[in-house]
Structure formats: structure tokens, C-alpha cells
């Protein structure tokens, strides 16, 4: 990493605010991997005089940026195709427990 990150480190100190954020869009599960992926897009774009003015990480800045990862994460969820498990060609459906205990009785007492 040839890339100073000093300054990594005073936008972190912020984490559980950034988490927050991402929860606040309704993203609860991801959360965390949001501010990480967070991190590893500032380090590959951004600099340190983007993010912090005057010693102070711009808020405005990270919530944008967390905003814009969420909607790729949505976007490319929206892009998996689902296949359903229940195609009637292959769904069996299993008799009540009930049904084969009468059943087993029926054709067992007239061997005994």
C-alpha cells in the first residue's frame, strides 16, 4: 500500500455513526461489510482533502458515499435471477403422520 492512510484512521474513529447510517437506509444485515466497503473506497478514491476540512470528517461526504454503495448492493441484488424450489413436477407431498399410523394399523391387524 503505497498510499498514506493516516487519515483512514480519524474517519473510523467514527464507525458505529457510519454503521448507523447504513441502518437507517433499512440495510440491517450488511451493515458492516456497507462501512468496510465504506473504507475501501475512500482508500482507492478519495484523499484526505476531500473527506476531512478544518480536522473535521465531512458528514455530508460519507453519507453520500455510504448512500451510493448501498444502491449498488441493491442494484446487484436485484440482478440474481431466483429460481423456485417448488415446480409441481417434482413437489411430493408428505401424508399427516395420522393418515400412515391408520394406515400401518389397518394392514398390520389382519396379519396378526
Same mark, same amino acid.
Given at each position: 500500500?503505497?498510499?498514506?492512510?493516516?487519515? @483512514?484512521? &480519524?474517519? /473510523?474513529?467514527?464507525? !458505529?455513526?457510519?454503521?448507523?447510517? #447504513?441502518? %437507517?437506509? $433499512?440495510?440491517?444485515?450488511?451493515?458492516?461489510?456497507?462501512?468496510?466497503?465504506?473504507?475501501?473506497? @475512500?482508500? &482507492?478514491? /478519495?484523499?484526505?482533502? !476531500?473527506?476531512?476540512?478544518?480536522? #473535521?470528517? %465531512?458528514? $455530508?461526504?460519507?453519507?453520500?458515499?455510504?448512500?451510493?454503495?448501498?444502491?449498488?448492493?441493491?442494484?446487484?441484488?436485484?440482478?440474481?435471477?431466483?429460481v423456485?424450489?417448488?415446480?409441481?413436477?417434482?413437489?411430493?407431498?408428505?401424508?399427516?403422520?395420522?393418515?400412515?399410523t391408520?394406515?400401518?394399523?389397518?394392514?398390520?391387524?389382519?396379519?396378526?
Amino acid at each position: 500500500m503505497d498510499k498514506p492512510v493516516e487519515w @483512514l484512521s &480519524k474517519v /473510523a474513529e467514527r464507525h !458505529k455513526e457510519w454503521v448507523a447510517i #447504513v441502518k %437507517s437506509f $433499512g440495510e440491517y444485515n450488511y451493515a458492516e461489510d456497507v462501512v468496510q466497503e465504506l473504507y475501501i473506497v @475512500l482508500y &482507492k478514491y /478519495a484523499n484526505e482533502e !476531500k473527506i476531512i476540512k478544518n480536522g #473535521v470528517v %465531512s458528514r $455530508g461526504y460519507i453519507y453520500f458515499s455510504l448512500r451510493s454503495i448501498i444502491f449498488q448492493l441493491h442494484n446487484s441484488k436485484r440482478k440474481i435471477n431466483k429460481v423456485s424450489l417448488d415446480d409441481e413436477e417434482f413437489t411430493y407431498e408428505i401424508m399427516p403422520i395420522n393418515f400412515l399410523t391408520q394406515s400401518l394399523i389397518y394392514t398390520l391387524l389382519p396379519s396378526l
